[in-house]
C-alpha cells in the first residue's frame, strides 16, 4: 500500500528547515528517500534500514521510526538547489521491490 | 553510476497499437524494475525482474507485460496501447552497495 507523506508542498526562503513525513499502514522493512527535479529522473538521497543503520546524503537527514512505521526526512539551512519533490519509497517485508508515495513539492525561494 | 539507458525518449503511438520500450544497463545488476509516473500519483511499480527470466508484477501491472532474456535488457510491452497508459516510463536498478535504486532518464509516452 502506497504510503503517506505529508506535506504536499512546501515554500521556504534559503536557509530556512524543513521537515518531509512519510508513514505507512504496514510495517516498514526500509524506507528509501528520492529527490526529483523538474523534467529529470529521481536521484537516491538515503535509505534506512529496520535495525537503525542509516546510510546518508550530504547535508540531509533522517530519522525511522519502526514501532510508528514512520520515516522523516530533515532538510537544514535549505539551499536554493533543494527544489524538487522529494519521494519515500518503502519496503514492506523484505520484498525487494519499492512502493513510492505521492511526493512532496518542495520551495526554495532566495 | 551504474550505466542505465532508456530507448526511446519519446514516443506518440496510436491507439490499439503495440508499444514496446526498453531499459539497458551495463552494470550486470540483478534487480530491475518499471514505474510510471502521473501527476498526483507519483510513481507506480508495473514490473520487476530479479533475473533473467524472472519478473514479477506489481501495483499496476494491467495491460503490460515484460519480458528479460538477458542480464542487460528489461523490455515493457504494451500489448495494445490505451489513452490512460500515456505516460512517463522509467526504468531502474537496485545498487549493491547502498541498496538505492538508480533510474534511467525516463520515456515518455502518448498514446492518441
Known amino acids: 500500500q502506497q504510503p503517506v507523506q505529508s506535506p504536499q508542498a512546501v515554500i521556504l526562503r534559503e536557509g530556512e528547515d524543513a521537515v518531509i513525513n512519510c508513514s505507512s499502514s504496514k510495517a516498514l522493512y526500509s524506507v528509501h528517500w528520492y529527490r526529483q527535479k523538474h523534467g529529470e529522473a529521481p536521484v537516491f538521497l538515503m535509505i534506512l534500514l529496520k535495525g537503525g543503520e542509516q546510510k546518508g546524503h550530504e547535508k540531509i537527514s533522517a530519522s525511522f521510526n519502526e514501532k510508528k512505521q514512520q520515516s522523516s526526512l530533515y532538510l537544514t539551512a535549505s539551499q536554493l538547489s533543494y527544489s524538487g519533490t522529494y519521494f519515500c519509497g518503502t519496503d514492506q517485508g523484505g520484498s525487494e521491490k519499492l512502493v513510492f508515495g505521492k511526493g512532496t513539492k518542495l520551495t526554495v525561494n532566495p | 553510476d551504474a550505466g542505465i539507458t532508456q530507448s526511446p525518449r519519446h514516443k506518440v503511438t496510436e491507439t490499439g497499437t503495440p508499444v514496446t520500450l526498453r531499459c539497458h544497463q551495463t552494470?550486470?545488476?540483478?534487480?530491475m524494475y518499471w514505474y510510471r509516473q502521473d501527476p498526483g500519483h507519483g510513481l507506480r511499480l508495473i514490473h520487476y525482474?530479479?533475473?533473467?527470466?524472472?519478473?514479477d508484477k506489481g501495483e499496476v501491472s494491467d495491460g503490460y507485460s515484460v519480458s528479460r532474456s538477458k542480464t542487460e535488457d528489461f523490455l515493457l510491452t504494451l500489448e495494445s496501447a490505451t489513452s490512460s497508459q500515456t505516460s512517463v516510463y522509467f526504468c531502474?536498478?537496485?545498487?549493491?552497495?547502498?541498496?538505492?535504486?538508480?533510474f534511467g532518464s525516463g520515456t515518455r509516452l502518448t498514446v492518441v
Open positions: 525482474s530479479y533475473g533473467v527470466k524472472d519478473t
Open positions: 552494470e550486470n545488476h540483478r534487480y
Open positions: 531502474a536498478i537496485r545498487g549493491r552497495s547502498n541498496y538505492g535504486y538508480t
